[in-house]
């Protein structure tokens, strides 16, 4: 039986000031034709937040020199779920908008169309996948480049101690470890990986004073 968790989650930011145009995703000239016409008003966005990817990314070293960047890859949408739980989060997120409390409020959805897409619109799921697939972005609590797991398993990079596999005396103690991304953000389970990582290296120095004794 699966377990029920929540597949997405909803979020809402005013984009002028919490969500500058930079970080929505879109390439100048496509923000321009989409949003120019709002811009002297108030606008907000309904984020649909994916919560548990079932598609896997990769960060690969691009070089043996340390200060080239990494090569980052975040297979986006690999999982066909992933795309289909993005898609439920927009509709949600569409007929909120068109709730009769929000229209209270003088709030009505965009009216411009991706460039190219007009014909899509009678099919909306069809629409929104277009649109999730050109505008995906990543909100900060990244997880799992250093996945925590059995030394056995080629995809693990620490051990259930946080050592680092194949190099001694080093552990990692951070939201990397993370082989699953939380539900929320990744603030508090990383205080509690530190906690727990904390009593694990005290308990390493104890076992390792009384050998000596």
């Known amino acids: 039986e699966e377990e029920d968790f929540p597949d997405h989650e909803l979020y809402f930011a005013e984009i002028n000031k919490l969500i500058p145009k930079e970080q929505v995703g879109l390439k100048p000239i496509i923000y321009k034709l989409l949003f120019t016409p709002y811009e002297n008003g108030p606008m907000f ?10 598609s896997r990314g990769t960060v690969r070293l691009q070089s043996t020199n340390p200060y080239d960047p990494p090569l980052i890859d975040p297979n986006y949408f690999d999982h066909p779920e992933d795309i289909e ?22 709030i009505r959805p965009f ?14 799921d069809l ?17 799992g480049t ?33 082989p699953l991304v939380p539900s929320g953000n990744t603030n508090i389970p990383t205080i509690m990986v530190a906690e727990k990582a904390s009593d694990i290296i005290k308990e390493s120095i104890s076992c390792s004073s009384k050998a000596h004794i």
Do not use: W
Request: proline share 7%; glycine share 8%; hydrophobic share 45%.
């Open 45 to 54: 966005i309904c984020l649909s937040q994916l919560l548990h990817p079932k």
């Open 85 to 106: 739980a993005i898609v439920k989060g927009l509709r949600t997120c569409r007929k909120m908008g068109l709730s009769k409390p929000m229209k209270k409020l003088g």
């Open 111 to 124: 009216e411009t169309v991706l460039p190219g897409f007009i014909k899509l619109i009678p099919n909306l």
């Open 127 to 143: 629409y929104f996948k277009f649109l999730a697939r050109l505008a995906v972005i990543t909100l900060s609590h990244q997880v």
């Open 146 to 178: 250093a996945k925590m797991g059995e030394p056995a398993d080629p995809t693990t990079v620490v051990d259930p101690q946080l050592r680092v596999k194949g190099i001694q005396g080093l552990r990692v103690v951070d939201a990397s470890v993370m």
